[in-house]
């Protein structure tokens, strides 16, 4: 049996859906899995956020899905805290591929998940977005900047895209501290950086997730003035 959560699901043809997986030591997976109906249906556990173990099947690149089981309850995401879930997955389905693997990506996942319903904190979902990019292989040094000096607490940056922080004279709207670059590599963000973490994220994960608008994000945006995402 194989470990994995549900991204995403669309209906598939009369009685099965089309499902975008996460799954542990391989990363999406896209597959067909037949639903049921009646008590043999598995509608109610093919959800987000809820711990799947099941078995995949077949040679083509759309697998098939099936024996599914719950792992252990669902992760309880409410309100506000849901709308973070729902981003993670939209950001996981936009960015990655099934060429791309990302093996390494569940484990987080999880984890970030298991965070958030524990006591949800913005810091959470920018430590995701920056182990998503790195996975990538798309996200720029935070410990050197583009002439390979030391990022400074002290100093300012800017961002070059494909290129890296580059030294930058005092603080600007588009200007980075040094220690906010520091505590995003550390894991260490405080309340103060959650702002500028934001706006500097947005810029980096604009790069590979396009501009077409997340829907994540506008949701949330409906929900509440104070968007995290």
Avoid: W
């Amino acid at each position: 049996m194989q470990r994995g959560y549900v991204l995403h699901t669309r209906p598939y043809r009369e009685s099965s859906v089309l499902v975008n997986l996460l799954v542990d030591g391989q990363g999406r997976v896209d597959c067909v899995a037949r639903t049921g109906s009646g008590k043999s249906s598995i509608k109610s556990i093919l959800q987000p956020f809820q711990p799947l173990l099941f078995q995949l099947g077949g040679r083509s690149s759309l697998k098939s899905l099936y024996q599914v089981e719950a792992a252990s309850p669902a992760i309880p995401l409410s309100g506000e805290v849901s709308f973070a879930g729902f981003y993670l997955n939209e950001i996981l389905v936009r960015c990655l591929d099934v060429e791309h693997g990302a093996e390494q990506l569940f484990f987080t996942y999880h984890k970030t998940l298991m965070a958030m319903a524990a006591q949800f904190s913005q810091a959470q979902l920018r430590y995701f977005e920056l182990a998503l990019l790195k996975e990538l292989g798309v996200m720029p040094s935070l410990e050197f900047d583009t002439t390979q000096e030391a990022i400074e607490p002290g100093g300012y940056y800017r961002l070059l895209q494909e290129e890296g922080f580059a030294p930058a004279l005092g603080p600007k709207s588009n200007h980075f501290s040094g220690q906010l670059l520091r505590d995003l590599d550390e894991g260490t963000l405080q309340e103060t950086d959650f702002l500028q973490a934001k706006l500097l994220m947005r810029q980096l994960m604009t790069a590979v997730l396009g501009d077409k608008p997340l829907k994540s994000r506008a949701l949330f945006a409906k929900k509440t003035l104070h968007s995290s995402v």
